[in-house]
């Protein structure tokens, strides 16, 4: 299994502002990345549109072509477009998710990721809705686009903001697409260490940053995300050739 995440907007393509000035493709990355990383600790084989700040082309108009093109190169089973809503009443609030037509194949897990969301976050449903937005149109896999919460709303931009909420609501989509793949999505793996003498934990995914300390040969330890192969445990960060998943 293999989704394509696309974090929506990017470069100086900022998306909606919200009202103290947040931006909408600051909060659809950190979301895809943390979402990108609960799928992949899960088994589930991630492809982004853009790891980065980029626009992915010269204009709008050639990054969306690219972001399709990505995700008709990458073999996905499903295509994820994760955005922020924005409104002129600064009372609009909820969440909701588009489909292409309503007899897509990405209908079901439209519906499961909106169920997780507004019953994690206790944000409204506004439901699963059909619009031809360009990306959810011209992918050929099965498309969703996530409007997680209103930004120029404060209080939902206030939550928007929050990185501890960031990633509450990229477990809630990825548990949403595991019930729709009958996937039972874990927040934290487990890990088993299998170098003989030890693995060193240290502060930041890199071999040049301080050893905070070392687990023992055989020790099991939680592992909360994945970075370029480096695994975030309780203690710190561990190099991932050293550990199996259990």
């Not at 900022?14 to 979402?35: M, R, T, W």
């Not at 295509?79 to 007899?103: L, M, P």
């Not at 997780?116 to 031809?132: L, P, Q, Y």
């Not at 501890?164 to 990825?174: E, F, G, S, T, V």
């Amino acid at each position: 299994m293999k989704i394509c995440i696309d974090a929506g907007h990017g470069g100086q393509d900022a998306g909606a502002v919200g009202p103290s000035g947040l931006k909408e493709k600051d909060v659809n990355l950190k979301v895809a990345l943390y979402l990108g990383e609960i799928l992949s600790n899960n088994g589930i084989d991630v492809e982004y549109t853009r790891k980065e700040d980029d626009l992915l082309g010269r204009n709008s108009s050639e990054s969306l072509r690219k972001r399709v093109e990505i995700a008709n190169n990458s073999g996905a089973d499903y295509f994820i477009s994760i955005h922020c809503n924005a409104a002129e009443n600064s009372n609009a609030q909820g969440s909701e998710v588009f489909i292409y037509t309503i007899r897509s194949k990405a209908k079901n897990m439209a519906e499961e990721i909106l169920n997780k969301i507004t019953e994690t976050m206790g944000f409204v449903k506004r439901g699963v809705k059909t619009a031809s937005f360009y990306v959810i149109k011209n992918t050929n896999m099965p498309a969703c686009l996530v409007e997680i919460a209103f930004i120029s709303n404060p209080r939902e931009e206030k939550v928007l903001s929050d990185d501890k909420m960031q990633q509450k609501i990229a477990l809630a989509i990825a548990k949403g697409i595991g019930n729709a793949l009958g996937i039972d999505i874990m927040e934290v793996k487990k890990g088993k260490v299998i170098a003989k003498s030890g693995l060193n934990v240290r502060k930041g995914p890199s071999t040049q940053a301080p050893i905070l300390k070392a687990y023992k040969y055989g020790e099991i330890i939680n592992i909360y995300s994945i970075l370029d192969g480096w695994y975030k445990t309780d203690d710190g960060w561990v190099f991932g050739r050293y550990v199996e998943f259990i």
